[in-house]
């Protein structure tokens, strides 16, 4: 293969990890932006949405439809269990940024252990619902990575339409800029915090279940995740949604070509370092706006 | 004064004499126990008195151990390697710190998070050195302290309960000192201290220094006491450990790291021989000493009447 088909297959996989990852990321951001706080166990979140989305489909016989029902089924569980979580733990919290660190952190733990014990160490395969081989000139190329990325696209587009035109949507802002007004004009700040949590968590989900296909289903598989979701946020901005999706995309194909050149532990070493480095010098992301 | 200074020496003696008394395996166990007992100390100056909530800690034990252990490796004395690992744990946290000191909070847990991490990941990269997750088993010849055999198990428990004692006694006259004193101020309120006229940034900095130096010995003490040296070390798992051991025992408490130490690490033990559990026994405790008891043991005594507990 020649330069450019390689660089072409280079960007057609980054453009995927980049559509999954603006998914996970923009789940993280929501929770960072309104609630004003880090959830560690996100990855965790990401990771059960596979593990389920693998226990879905062994539950319905037929392939392509139990990808469909794991797709409907899994955000809503996981999202689920987060409203939990966020009712019962963080608000005892009073959502105190340090405490919740911690808390979070103790809960990956739990969720870690628990889809070990339940599903076992090892990686579940789970059956894309179709399967479509492109064909170009150079290389064929997987029709299913490219309706992730259609899938991603739309989902994101629905993120963005909730969060700018919906009543839920400024709901949400209004919570995000000013939390005693916004309770004191009747929002119930406590079922706008649980919901937030829950949509990041369902994000996460969405975004696992989209991978499974391609990538398998483990109990430790929320840790990648988690790190880049943590990296996008903060390249770009904390809180911002739009900054969020730019990073993703920038991230996500520079990953995807980078990755194909170098080593990917020096990549994950540059790529750590930068995000620490723009957080000490440039605590609102490099691309500018604060919320 | 002398009450403080008789419990902590009571506590000393109390531990020379399990030493004397213990079966082997829970020998071993106690030694082990007090050396991440120091790293907690370690992490006790900088989170309990301090206010530095950090996850990269795992770095400076990982570093005082990295530099150790490869001293040890290339034929240099057990001794300079216990001031290596200081030094290397020292550098570490002070490099961290002159970059990680200019944000504060969630930022800063994340900064520390990140640079933690691309250390373990540099261990990763360079495996052929460090050897990687696996890491190195260290030579016998290496192992001898002032004519002691750390391989022994008398001399072990005797070499790990002298490092903590001077950990121990160390902190103590640390945080009754009047720069102790500074570092509760910059951990109770940092905006007044300042305009009191006390730089917080520098007193931050030597702070984590000071706990990066802890951190470090305590690595360099763990390798050479039981001979083995690993990127493992450097993971977040052990940035959280020292974290889970000081609120247990209670943050800003003089006994506090060794007291959760002790008990963490049996709580940890018991549930992995029975179940397969220990992941979940170290979430649930972090949630529960979160929610219900932020002061950890004694720091919930000092509240409840006993207040000269240091």
């Given at each position: 293969m020649g330069?450019?088909?390689?660089?072409l297959l280079a960007t057609l996989e980054g453009t995927v990890m980049a559509a999954v990852l603006a998914l996970a990321a923009v789940g993280l951001s929501l929770s960072f932006g309104v609630m004003r706080v880090v959830n560690?166990?996100?990855?965790?979140?990401?990771?059960?949405?596979?593990?389920?989305?693998?226990?879905?489909?062994?539950?319905?016989?037929?392939?392509?439809?139990?990808?469909?029902?794991a797709l409907v089924i899994c955000p809503v569980l996981v999202g689920a269990l987060a409203y939990a979580i966020d009712a019962g733990l963080l608000r005892r919290l009073k959502h105190d940024p340090e405490a919740t660190i911690v808390a979070t952190i103790g809960l990956s733990y739990i969720l870690q252990q628990g889809a070990l014990s339940l599903f076992g160490p090892d990686a579940r395969p789970v059956e894309a619902p179709f399967t479509l081989r492109l064909q170009l000139p150079w290389f064929g190329y997987s029709g299913y990575k490219l309706f992730v990325v259609v899938a991603a696209a739309l989902v994101l587009l629905a993120?963005?339409?909730?969060?700018?035109?919906?009543?839920?949507?400024?709901?949400?802002?209004?919570?995000?800029?000013?939390?005693?007004?916004?309770?004191?004009?009747?929002?119930?700040?406590?079922?706008?915090?649980?919901?937030?949590?829950?949509?990041?968590?369902?994000?996460?989900?969405?975004?696992a279940v989209l991978i499974v296909p391609i990538q398998q289903a483990h109990y430790l598989m929320g840790h990648d995740p988690l790190l880049l979701s943590f990296i996008?946020?903060?390249?770009?901005?904390?809180g911002s949604i739009r900054g969020t999706l730019i990073a993703a995309l920038v991230i996500g194909l520079a990953d995807g070509i980078l990755s194909m050149l170098y080593p990917p532990t020096l990549a994950k070493i540059f790529a750590t370092l930068a995000v620490a480095l723009v957080l000490v010098?440039?605590?609102?992301?490099?691309?500018?706006?604060?919320? | 004064m002398t009450r403080v200074l008789v419990l902590h020496l009571a506590v000393l003696a109390g531990l020379a004499a399990l030493g004397a008394v213990l079966p082997a395996y829970h020998h071993g166990?106690?030694?082990?126990?007090l050396m991440l007992a120091v790293y907690a100390i370690g992490y006790n100056i900088a989170f309990g008195y301090t206010g530095?909530?950090?996850?990269?800690?795992?770095?400076?034990?990982?570093?005082?151990?990295?530099?150790?252990?490869?001293?040890v490796q290339q034929g240099g004395s057990a001794a300079a390697a216990l001031g290596l690992g200081a030094l290397a744990g020292l550098g570490a946290a002070t490099l961290t710190g002159v970059l990680a000191l200019r944000t504060a909070g969630v930022s800063f847990m994340i900064v520390t998070l990140m640079f933690a991490q691309a250390f373990y990941l540099t261990l990763l990269y360079f495996g052929a050195i460090t050897g990687g997750d696996e890491g190195f088993p260290l030579p016998a010849a290496g192992r001898q302290l002032m004519g002691l055999d750390l391989s022994q198990d008398g001399p072990r428990y005797a070499v790990a309960l002298a490092i903590f004692a001077v950990a121990l006694l160390v902190q103590l006259a640390l945080v009754r000192s009047r720069f102790g004193r500074t570092l509760v101020a910059m951990r109770e309120n940092e905006e007044r201290s300042r305009m009191l006229g006390y730089n917080p940034f520098t007193t931050k900095l030597a702070a984590l220094a000071i706990s990066g130096l802890f951190s470090g010995v305590a690595g360099a003490g763990y390798g050479l006491l039981f001979g083995y040296v690993g990127a493992s070390f450097a993971t977040i798992q052990y940035s959280i450990l020292p974290m889970l051991y000081v609120l247990l025992g209670g943050a800003g408490t003089t006994l506090g790291p060794l007291l959760g130490a002790v008990l963490m690490f049996y709580l940890i033990d018991t549930a992995s021989s029975l179940t397969e559990l220990s992941l979940a026994v170290i979430g649930a405790a972090l949630l529960f000493l979160v929610l219900f008891a932020?002061?950890?043991?004694?720091?919930?005594?000092?509240?409840?009447g006993i207040r000269w507990l240091p």
């Open positions: 330069t450019g088909p390689l660089l560690v166990a996100h990855g965790e979140f990401f990771m059960l949405g596979a593990v389920l989305a693998w226990a879905v489909a062994q539950a319905v016989p037929s392939a392509p439809l139990g990808f469909v029902a993120v963005w339409w909730v969060m700018t035109r919906s009543r839920a949507g400024l709901v949400m802002r209004a919570t995000q800029i000013d939390r005693a007004t916004a309770r004191a004009f009747g929002i119930n700040v406590d079922r706008v915090y649980a919901g937030t949590f829950a949509l990041g968590a369902g994000l996460a989900a969405v975004a996008v946020v903060i390249i770009g901005g904390l010098f440039r605590p609102q992301g490099l691309f500018g706006a604060r919320p | 166990m106690m030694a082990r126990i530095l909530l950090s996850l990269g800690h795992a770095m400076f034990l990982g570093a005082g151990m990295m530099a150790a252990g490869l001293w932020p002061k950890g043991i004694l720091g919930t005594l000092r509240d409840r």
